[in-house]
């Protein structure tokens, strides 16, 4: 499961617009400012596209996907392609969803799909999940956010706020389907993608042993998010 975190702020980013006191009157107050970030003031509209709507805007995607990655021109190459072959793969899975954010272009994608309980897992996914989460696949309550790709800003900015663009692209996801939570899988090495989440309002699964899977073990932990 993706979450596209940009690379750590340079230097250049981190000093941008910021040019130090203003010296031409510093006896006046300066006037608290519009908050900044991701927020529905800025335009961005959410919406689900259909199945053909998809294969229409593929190639937009597969941008936003390498865009959002990081890295130089060879790394997008990689990435777009890889993003490409993996969304091809999971529209075709019962309940897929993906929305969308944008203005005058695109800036922003989820997508996930019901887990049920009665039905094929994703990739060995019911080998991590506590037996309270199998009961609400069971009920159909249970929905995985696979994909959340979003700005640099986003991460950075307002996490906790409800307008902030990835914890609207994942609630209407969860919305649209009448889910109780979202879950997502993270590799326990990645902690800049834990961190993210965390501050989009997901939580770790603990205190509850996973069933008992075919698949092997692996390094990774259960998030979850409350619809």
Request: hydrophobic share 35%; proline share 8%.
């Amino acid at each position: 499961m993706t979450v596209n975190v940009p690379a750590p702020s340079t230097t250049t980013e981190l000093l941008a617009g910021h040019v130090g006191p203003d010296r031409r009157d510093t006896r006046k107050q300066r006037r608290p400012g519009p908050e900044r970030g991701s927020s529905p003031r800025a335009g961005e509209r959410v919406r689900e596209l259909t199945r053909g709507q998809i294969e229409d805007r593929v190639g937009e995607l597969g941008d936003l996907y390498a865009t959002t990655s990081g890295g130089g021109p060879w790394a997008w190459n990689q990435a777009r392609s890889a993003f490409l072959r993996r969304l091809a793969a999971d529209v075709r899975r019962p309940g897929f969803e993906l929305v969308i954010a944008e203005s005058t272009e695109l800036t922003g994608c989820a997508y996930g799909f019901p887990v049920r309980g009665d039905g094929p897992w994703w990739e060995g996914l019911d080998g991590y999940l506590p037996g309270s989460l199998l009961r609400a696949a069971a009920c159909g309550h249970l929905f995985v956010i696979s994909v959340i790709l979003v700005p640099p800003q986003v991460r950075r900015e307002n996490q906790d706020r409800p307008w902030n663009l990835a914890r609207r692209l994942q609630k209407r996801l969860l919305t649209d389907h009448g889910a109780a939570l979202g879950v997502m899988l993270v590799s326990r090495s990645d902690s800049r993608t834990a961190e993210a989440l965390r501050s989009w309002g997901w939580r770790y699964v603990e205190g509850d042993a996973p069933r008992t899977s075919a698949f092997p073990p692996g390094p990774f932990r259960v998030l979850i998010l409350g619809a």
